[in-house]
């Protein structure tokens, strides 16, 4: 195993925030972003319990990636990363009731989440073990950050409260709006634009563009030009 | 057949640190489901606070034996939910009296008692349940003082559509029911949940796109304030509270 250097390290843990997000570019795991993120303190549960599966998962499928036959390869990674999903349900239970009770069956379904079987498919299956982990706890950093932001702006414009402690005045009157699920989806678009408007690399060609004759020419031979 | 082996290695290792996992933290998991359930009988007599088990002790867990439907001692720990799936320690409803599909009621159930200085009872706690749509619902109802007016009613574990029939946990619709009336004045269960907003004072709040949980609602609380429930020892207890 080659030692990785720091360069190399930084990269992997940290390109997933902001360049190359899991929820922001590659619009992966948006349910449980649009679900978990009512309060502050389940939503940090939420990302640590995500962040570790993500990790762990990366580092087994990594290690025992050249025994996997190709045909089975999807069900020995859905075993490995149930089986971390049912460890960290069954610890959160014991441990963080509470919260586990908020969560219901959305520790459960990290199961299914996109990023967690991206990561191992895309990632874990071809590279060495230490630098799977990194990207993996990479990815579940990204994750952690778009929900983070995403509950925070919930929690403080919807009940006014953070972390549950009384932030606006005590008149302030519970947003219900930003309480339901569908606000996440007007968060995390803010947040898209802001990051591309940042970084252009991540917009996007335009797949399916207005035929031209469709509206005023002038403006649509200015832009075909420039894009 | 070389190939499978480090799959196969893989499954029966995480089978294996799975239920280890799992057995390990039984016992906290266990924990926690006790204490919830004891908030949850304080809750639904009105009792918000941290600290469970000092406020827990204030309370006198009495058993009722539902055959001769007297007051029973119960040595030692005693799960009546466990009891009701027991052969030995419930028995069958018979199908025109089981209107809350229980199918088997335990013989003895708990039920919780704030005593006054003076012995009188201030309020009370019954442990009730019945199937909704999908699944049973478990809860407490909590009666005050004289054994017929609402005080509150909490569900533990209920399966219920989120939303809809999951209402039961809204704040809102739970608080409806303080100062509601069970009884009529011959002693009929009259409480029902209703269609629509509440009007009587022996009506809840329907819970809207969930009827059929609001029915089971109603039929738990018929069934086990009836007179194959706790009935007639609340008839017992309240002619005790009479003649004092």
Redesign the interface.
Known sequence: MKAISVKETRKLLFTPIVENNPIALQILGICSALAVTVKMDVTLIMCIALTSVVTLSNL?ISI?RH???DS?RI??QM??IS?LV??VD??L???A?EASKQLSVFVGLIITNCIVMGRAEAYAMKNPPIKSMLDGFGNGLGYSFVLLIVAAVREIFGSGTFFGMQLMPENYPINNFLLLPPSSFIIIGIMIWVIRSFSKSQVEENENPLKAHTFKPLKVKKEVASG | MNKMIIPLIACVACAVIVSVTAVSVRPEQKLNIENEKKLKILAAAGIVTDKVDSEFSKIKTLYVDFESNILVEVNGAYDHIKASSNANSSSLVPKDQDIAILKRRENIAPIYVWYSEADQIQKIVLPIRGYGLWGTLYGYLSLDADLNTVKGIEYYDHKETPGLGGEVDNPTWKSDWNGKKVYDSSGKVILYVTKGPSSEEYEIDGISGATLTSNGVTNMIRYWLGENGYGPVLEKLRAKAANV
Do not use: D, H, R, W
Request: without cysteine; charged residues 10%.
């Open positions: 087994f025992i025994y996997i036959p089975i069900i020995v075993t490995i089986s049912i460890i069954e610890l239970k014991a441990y009731y």
